[in-house]
């Protein structure tokens, strides 16, 4: 192994291989995940500053019979990005390929390599005029490699697609060295099989990503956020259908949060205002992006919500009256996953459903929950616009959280994805499979489609060293 160490080292300098043999050097940020469900023991960790780079360490590895993980910002949710436990594994951070290669204003695109930040690549876009739409709670340090391999969401899905709608074209290393460059600008290109899309989403197994070529959209004139209390999830869903009627393609995000993830983040965040929360079973976070003008939006606003109100979808209302109210009432919105890890270990389901099929969903699956659980509580809330409900079970009230994951995670997550697989839900929305859910995959996957996966994995990596372990076993 010391060869290989070496053989790295000549490809991307001494001082961006780390390794344990220097006892300073502490390696966990790359070797322990988000959640801090999982902590592994690299071989080293290589970081590489140009794509002809990745290219060398991918070969050098491959030829060594050394296998790698692809990491970004590291914030991944299903323990994908970190190493196993054997230090045999070489994780291949981007974070130092970071440079926006070009922006396209006329093409309305953005070439920009794999470790550029999330919310750096935003700014620069807005620098240069541009609305990059890909917005999650934790832009501040995943990279749009990350992004992509795991096809992202967020809050802006139901106006914009996933990371994968959003991108033209890819460079990637394949598991043999070699470079694909297919950064193209097309939005449209009738050539064979699409294996861009093959890419996005394959959390690292199929190939690196080392830069992409990404959409841009012009910069919307105002942008205005409501939070609404509904009596119900029923009355959410057909809040939903005004405001796709009353907005049309204004309508960029429509978040649902029920009233314990709400109370969480009042009681672990005090500071925070939380509207409404209290006397109501969900409220709804929703966002109008206008071309014309505030005026306009607001007009759009008001008749929207004075519809929801005459026919009962609505109860009460507020209307951010500035951009500081707006960014407070997301703020709450993204300090539910926070204010739930401030409470505890819980175990978490990132599903999605039919949307029609949601109110069923969660009166059935809370009840069977209440019935085979006694007192678990439920932290549910999430991307209501797009079908995706972070349908979160917290421990019963005095029960500690890390005996109550240990005893009951399995058995939950068996009822949760068994009604998952009832209502033709999937049982990971945005998150991805990762390890965390590679043995669950197959109990609810078609088996045909993941024959086809396994053949794609063969095909492109037959010695998989791209990640194994991870996806597919
Ligand atoms: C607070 C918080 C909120 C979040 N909210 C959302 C949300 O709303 N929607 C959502 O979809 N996700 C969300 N996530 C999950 C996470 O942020 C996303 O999955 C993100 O896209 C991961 O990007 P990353 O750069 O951190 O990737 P990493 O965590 O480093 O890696 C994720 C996976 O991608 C692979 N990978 C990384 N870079 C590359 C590359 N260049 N080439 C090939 N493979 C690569 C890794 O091997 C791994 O399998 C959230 C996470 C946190 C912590």
Redesign the pocket.
């Known amino acids: 192994m010391n060869d290989l160490i070496k053989i790295l080292q000549g490809i991307v300098g001494a001082g961006q291989v780390l390794t344990h043999d220097d006892p300073a050097t502490d390696l966990s940020a790359w070797e322990q995940d988000?959640r801090k469900r999982a902590t592994g023991r690299a071989l080293a960790v290589v970081r590489p500053g140009r794509t002809a780079e990745v290219a060398a360490v991918v070969k050098a590895c491959a030829a060594a019979g050394v296998s790698i993980?692809?990491?970004?910002?590291?914030?991944?949710?299903v323990v994908?990005?970190v190493p196993d436990d054997s230090g045999s594994q070489v994780v291949l951070s981007?974070t130092r390929m970071n440079a926006v290669r070009a922006i396209d204003g006329d093409n309305l695109t953005m070439t920009v390599e794999?470790?550029c930040v999330l919310q750096v690549l935003q700014e620069q876009a807005e620098k240069a005029g541009y609305l990059f739409p890909l917005s999650?709670?934790?832009e501040g340090?995943?990279?749009i490699?990350?992004?992509?391999?795991?096809n992202?969401?967020?809050?802006q899905v139901v106006r914009y697609g996933n990371?994968r709608e959003l991108c033209l074209g890819l460079e990637v290393v394949t598991a043999q060295g070699e470079v694909w460059n297919g950064l193209s600008g097309l939005r449209k290109d009738n050539t064979g099989y699409d294996l861009r899309d093959l890419f996005v989403g394959?959390?690292?197994t199929l190939?690196?990503?080392?830069a992409a070529t990404m959409k841009l959209y012009p910069l919307p004139a105002a942008q205005l956020t409501a939070w609404a209390a509904v009596p119900s999830l029923e009355a959410a869903v057909q809040l939903l259908g005004l405001a796709h009627r009353h907005l049309g393609a204004g309508l960029t995000g429509f978040e649902v949060m029920g009233q314990f993830a709400l109370s969480l983040v009042a009681q672990h965040f005090p500071q925070q205002r939380v509207p409404l929360w209290a006397d109501h079973p969900y409220c709804v976070l929703l966002e109008n992006s206008d071309s014309e003008s505030e005026d306009h939006a607001r007009g759009q606003f008001e008749r929207l919500l004075e519809t929801a109100f005459e026919s009962g979808v609505v109860s009460d209302a507020v209307v951010a009256e500035s951009l500081q109210q707006a960014h407070a009432l997301w703020h709450i919105r993204e300090s539910i996953?926070?204010a739930q890890a401030e409470e505890g270990l819980n175990i978490k389901h990132d599903i999605s459903i039919p949307v029609s099929k949601i109110p069923a969903f969660c009166a059935e699956t809370d009840a069977l929950l209440q019935r085979e659980v006694a007192g678990v509580r439920l932290v549910n809330f999430g991307h209501l616009g797009d079908g995706n409900l972070h349908y979160n079970v917290q421990a019963p009230e005095g029960i500690d959280p890390a005996t109550f994951l240990r005893e009951q995670e399995e058995r939950v997550n068996h009822l949760v994805f068994d009604q998952v697989a009832r209502f033709d839900g999937s049982i990971s929305a945005?998150?991805?499979v990762?390890s965390l859910k590679v043995d669950t995959l197959p109990q609810y996957k078609d088996p045909v489609a993941l024959a086809l996966m396994k053949s794609l994995k063969r095909a492109l990596d037959p010695q998989n060293i791209l990640?194994p372990g991870?996806v597919l076993n």
Do not use: F, K, Y
């Open positions: 988000w993980v692809p990491q970004g910002g590291n914030t991944g949710l994908g990005s981007l794999a470790g999650l709670a934790a340090s995943c990279t490699g990350g992004n992509l391999a795991t992202a969401g967020g809050t990371a394959s959390e690292g190939g690196v990503i080392t996953p926070l945005e998150h991805g990762g990640n991870r």
